[in-house]
């Protein structure tokens, strides 16, 4: 098996875990790839303001992006498994950087559909192959590690939308992009070197790996392969289940900004409103998140399809701006929950021999999801002039992701 990142081990120091450089590292790459990723709503009607185009026609670039990014996600899985993060994740810093910086320079349709669309959706497929080195490090506390790197991409959504707003407003979207980009190079490829695959490569044994561990979806499960994780039951009900969240998440994240400003709330207002959606991701990743580890992960995402269809329940009737911010308190809750559930649960059923592979297999349901769920918004918001029957839409697959959590159970070892 090739492996770059090994030839020559370094020696652990004592006493410190370098697992938590692992932590710390990856939360920046988090907040930096997808804060800017998150602040699509916030580019959404200038885009429009310029050229035309439909919201469903704008909105299918970024599902474009998210069909890339599931079939990338495969390829970057494997990948990470055999070489490890450090050469994977400058890769998606770069591409997700160059795509950004190209934004700044679309003049027509197919571009803003290959710049987005294609580059970018490769480069924000940093996420599989990130969890899950952060579940080759910790066997003991992997829900909670989980949650405190996915709350990265809490941060970015909490820090990076009402800046694009203020980068607007003083240098126009081009010129935001273009800047936004070349931050994420620079930042994604620094961090991405002190990435190591496993704690072998610094004579290190997983957290926890020499401590009994009792879950109820048991974390020392026997290693599955691809086609032996195809072959379950469990491995298309994950599947589903990743489908629903990605659904709900992403025809939210896109059309909330413009749905609020809709309603006669300021743009300023409506990237705040997603950035209080992010900050509450962050306590529903590194908080909620870790409650994974006391009552299972199957539990725990349950949880989060609840909160789901409680906002979108409150959501669909709201017209003050007071009720906009508690949703997004409630919403950021539950998809910061659901996002940490998902590498752990992986784990727990299947093993972490191919854990790449098999993530970024299933991820495909949550990039289709992703991918649909903005599409279908904007084309039934161009088709009805409102949101309320997409917003309905959403609350419905939420309720069936509720069902197949509660029906979700263990592999056999």
């Known amino acids: 098996m090739i492996d770059t990142e090994s030839n020559h081990p370094p020696a652990a120091k004592p006493g410190f875990f370098y697992g938590y450089v692992i932590v710390a590292v990856a939360f920046i790459i988090m907040l930096a790839i997808y804060g800017i990723n998150y602040s699509f709503g916030i580019f959404f009607k200038p885009i429009l303001a310029e050229f035309g185009w439909t919201r469903a026609t704008t909105a299918g670039a970024f599902s474009l992006a998210w069909i890339v990014t599931g079939l990338v996600s495969i390829f970057l899985g494997a990948l990470n498994d055999r070489l490890g993060p450090r050469v994977v994740l400058s890769l998606c810093g770069f591409f997700s950087g160059l ?231 409630i919403f950021g809750l539950a998809y910061g929950n659901c996002d940490t559930q998902q590498s752990p649960l992986i784990a727990a059923l299947f093993g972490l021999t191919s854990h790449g592979l098999i993530f970024g297999v299933l991820s495909i349901g949550y990039s289709l999801g992703a991918a649909l769920g903005p599409f279908v918004t904007g084309y039934l918001y161009d088709t009805t002039g409102n949101y309320l029957i997409a917003f309905i839409l959403c609350a419905i697959i939420g309720i069936a992701g509720i069902a197949l959590s509660a029906l979700l159970r263990p592999t056999e070892k």
């Open 99 to 329: 795509g950004y910086f190209l934004m700044s320079q679309i003049s027509s349709l197919w571009q803003l559909y290959i710049f987005y669309g294609v580059i970018i959706g490769a480069g924000i497929s940093a996420f599989i192959p990130m969890v899950s080195t952060v579940a080759r490090w910790f066997v003991r506390r992997r829900s909670m590690m989980t949650g405190i790197v996915a709350a990265g991409i809490g941060m970015g959504a909490l820090i990076v939308p009402p800046l694009a707003n203020l980068l607007i407003a003083q240098y126009q979207w081009r010129t935001s992009y273009m800047i936004l980009g070349i931050v994420v190079i620079v930042v994604v490829i620094v961090c991405s070197q002190f990435l190591k695959r496993d704690p072998a490569q610094t004579g290190q044994v997983p957290y926890g790996a020499n401590e009994a561990i009792e879950t109820r979806l048991n974390i020392d499960v026997a290693p599955y392969s691809l086609k032996q994780a195809i072959a379950t039951r469990q491995f298309w009900m994950v599947l589903a289940m990743l489908f629903c969240s990605g659904f709900c998440l992403y025809a939210i994240q896109v059309h909330l900004a413009p749905h609020v400003t809709d309603m006669g709330v300021s743009a300023l207002s409506a990237a705040t409103i997603l950035g209080v959606a992010g900050g509450a991701s962050i306590v529903g990743r590194a908080v909620l998140g870790s409650i994974g580890d006391k009552i299972g992960n199957r539990q725990a995402y349950l949880m989060g399809y609840v909160l789901i269809v409680i906002a979108l329940a409150w959501l669909i009737p709201s017209r003050e701006l007071w009720s906009f911010y508690l949703f997004a308190v």
